[in-house]
């Protein structure tokens, strides 16, 4: 098993930044990826950003690009998301995610990921 502990979210302008960032316990060896998924009200949990543990490669969502940056911490087992530029429509609840090798290769599909975190809301006022 492996816990997942998000922090950093809150309220901001829209043009502001903030860092999301969530800390992984227990079975951590087997991670292969770590994503970011978020979820607006009446909307549907979407996939945000996404990165392989051991190369480092990343994925994001065509909205977020060059706004958005995931990365990695292997030593403190931690993964973050820096936010910059953000807009209204980036508002929702931030869930950290983590999936094994044997989970998939679809970094978009929220059921590929069998371990999340509790979310932390941001919210970007207008």
């Known amino acids: 098993q492996v816990q997942l502990v998000e922090s950093g979210g809150g309220l901001v302008q829209a043009g502001g930044s903030l860092r999301l960032s969530c800390a992984a316990s227990?079975?951590?060896?087997?991670?292969?990826?770590m994503g970011w998924f978020r979820q607006a009200p009446g909307k549907e949990r979407e996939f945000v950003a996404a990165i392989v543990w051991s190369r480092g490669n990343t994925y994001y969502t065509d909205s977020v690009k060059g706004r958005l940056t995931i990365a990695r911490d292997n030593a403190k087992n931690t993964v973050s998301l820096q936010m910059n530029s953000l807009k209204p429509e980036d508002t929702g609840v931030y869930y950290c995610t983590a999936a094994r090798f044997t989970d998939g290769t679809a970094y978009y599909r929220a059921p590929e990921y069998p371990y999340w975190g509790q979310g932390t809301q941001v919210t970007v006022s207008s």
């Open positions: 227990g079975r951590t060896s087997s991670i292969y990826r």
